[in-house]
């Protein structure tokens, strides 16, 4: 399994950015994808999933409203659009990947990684 990160930048507050992770490697239908992020000095923390299956999402509360994480079946890729940046939203992104169909928040519960991606929100 190979996942491709891509689609960070630098930012203002309130603009948006789009994430894509490219995963190949295998069928992806019964498994969930999620994005984390880390800021220098904290742990990775979870920020969405999706099950690929069914389309279920979840999201940590901070990006609520704000990100959207999506799927496309066609090209094997998951998205996370993120609109109203904020600085703290400053962070390597990463997506993962678990061969499970449910969803869960803990990184330790994903098998497989994707490079991280820088995003910089200025404010």
């Known amino acids: 399994v190979q996942l491709q990160a891509s689609g960070g930048g630098l930012v203002q507050a309130g603009g948006s950015l789009r994430l894509s992770c490219a995963a190949s490697g295998r069928p992806f239908s019964s498994w969930t994808m999620a994005w984390f992020r880390q800021a220098p000095g904290t742990d990775r923390a979870f920020v969405a999933a999706?099950?690929?299956?069914?389309?279920?999402?979840d999201y940590t509360d901070s990006v609520k409203g704000r990100f959207t994480i999506s799927r496309d079946n066609a090209k094997n890729i998951v998205y996370l659009e993120m609109n109203s940046l904020k600085p703290e939203d400053t962070a390597v992104y990463y997506c993962a990947a678990r061969p499970l169909g449910y969803i869960s928040r803990r990184s330790g519960d994903y098998n497989h990684w994707g490079q991280g991606t820088q995003v910089t929100v200025s404010s």
């Open positions: 999706i099950r690929w299956s069914t389309a279920t999402t």
